[in-house]
């Protein structure tokens, strides 16, 4: 799996400023095994007191039968007005909860704690434009 991050300096408007507090997060999964339905991703934490992501719906990445890599969703964070300088969130890292469901109906609960890759670009033309609000 893999998380991206945009700014938003204004509803609907993303950029590249540094200087911006409110932003989403772009999370997008890479299947392991051919039998993975989706990934349900039920809480995002940044290890980071600066950055405060709110998770007010669970996240899907589903992945179609015949590709790898699932649809991209997102999620909104923001950072701390009193903390926000020109604050680069590459390398920052975010603690996730999560369960893999396969075909057979078989679900796999897991956490781990992820790198933000970097600002996010479209990689593909799979991007559903969710953005939780």
């Known amino acids: 799996m893999n998380v991206y991050y945009?700014?938003?300096e204004h509803p609907g408007q993303y950029s590249g400023s540094f200087r911006a507090?409110?932003?989403a997060l772009v999370f997008r999964g890479e299947r392991f095994r051919d039998d993975v339905n989706n990934i349900v991703v039920k809480d995002v934490r940044s290890t980071d007191s600066k950055v405060e992501i709110k998770l007010q719906q669970i996240l899907v990445l589903p992945f179609k039968e015949s590709e790898n890599t699932s649809f991209e969703v997102s999620v909104r964070f923001?950072?701390?007005s009193d903390k926000a300088k020109e604050i680069d969130l590459t390398?920052?890292?975010v603690r996730i909860q999560a369960v893999i469901n396969y075909q057979n109906g078989e679900k796999k609960a897991f956490s781990t704690v992820?790198?933000?890759m970097g600002v996010y670009h479209n990689h593909s033309e799979k991007s559903d434009g969710l953005i939780n609000k």
């Open 114 to 116: 992820l790198p933000m």
């Open 21 to 23: 507090t409110h932003g």
């Open 6 to 8: 945009r700014f938003q």
């Open 78 to 80: 923001r950072i701390g």
């Open 91 to 93: 390398n920052y890292k």
